[in-house]
């Protein structure tokens, strides 16, 4: 069972605005940044967002992340065929004393 | 661009001592603070620890009687040692790269898989 909560899939159609949620405690997203994941099947994990809302460089504009209290998101618009992979939800956790991670949600593009 | 490249034995006794290294190229290793993060497929995501050159390492209680990291300025590297596995160890571990000691992971290795089995 992971510490921050996360649907096991999402799905959507091309073009489409997907988002797919995180959910946590005050230990946690409560009181620190999110960061965001995207794995490519047989392909190591990559930041899509950091500091719960910022887009590293090279990341398309299509994608977005927010918080708000204990839960945070990321959205994904305009939904391409290559967005198809795994998502997970990363942030500090004040109480345990380490990363935390979301059990990854598979985003399937219909 | 950072890169990052873990090497180490595939295949670990039970009981025995799990050793893995993460060669760092296109910086310096004393500019950043690393991490070693495993991923399974029944239990996902785990961070195991981090270190940077000059600090103490920061590892997950979890696993902290176990786990030993430390970092080698002059081979531009880090290492991660892991005690007394079981097959519950069995995993890929990744190396990754944190921008600040309180950021997240702004890069990975490509990971590899050990296996703890007789």
């Known amino acids: 069972q992971s510490v921050l909560t996360q649907p096991p899939s999402a799905s959507g159609t091309p073009g489409q605005r997907v988002t797919i949620s995180c959910s946590g405690s005050?230990?946690?997203?409560?009181?620190?940044?999110v960061y965001w994941y995207q794995q490519l099947p047989g392909a190591a994990p990559k930041l899509v967002i950091y500091?719960?809302?910022d887009r590293p460089s090279g990341v398309p504009d299509r994608f977005s992340g927010s918080k708000s209290g204990t839960s945070a998101s990321l959205a994904i618009s305009g939904l391409r065929s290559e967005d198809e992979a795994d998502y997970y939800c990363?942030?500090?956790?004040?109480?345990?004393?380490?990363?935390?991670f979301g059990g990854g949600a598979k985003l399937t593009v219909l | 661009q950072v890169q990052l490249q873990e090497s180490g034995p595939g295949l670990v006794k039970p009981s025995e001592t799990l050793s893995l290294t993460c060669n760092v190229s296109?910086?310096?290793?004393?500019?950043?603070?690393w991490s070693w993060i495993r991923q399974t497929p029944d239990k996902g995501l785990e961070w195991i620890g981090q270190?940077?050159?000059?600090?103490?390492?920061n590892y997950n209680p979890s696993l902290k009687s176990r786990v030993t990291m430390s970092v080698d300025t002059s081979m531009n590297q880090f290492s991660l040692r892991l005690n007394s596995v079981t097959a519950a160890d069995t995993a890929k571990y990744y190396c990754a790269r944190h921008q600040g000691a309180a950021s997240g992971w702004y890069g990975w290795g490509h990971g590899t898989l050990v296996i703890v089995s007789s």
């Open positions: 005050n230990s946690n997203i409560g009181n620190n940044h």
């Open positions: 270190i940077n050159d000059s600090g103490s390492p």
């Open positions: 990363a942030a500090w956790d004040d109480s345990l004393s380490a990363w935390v």
């Open positions: 500091r719960s809302n």
């Open positions: 296109g910086a310096s290793i004393s500019s950043y603070y």
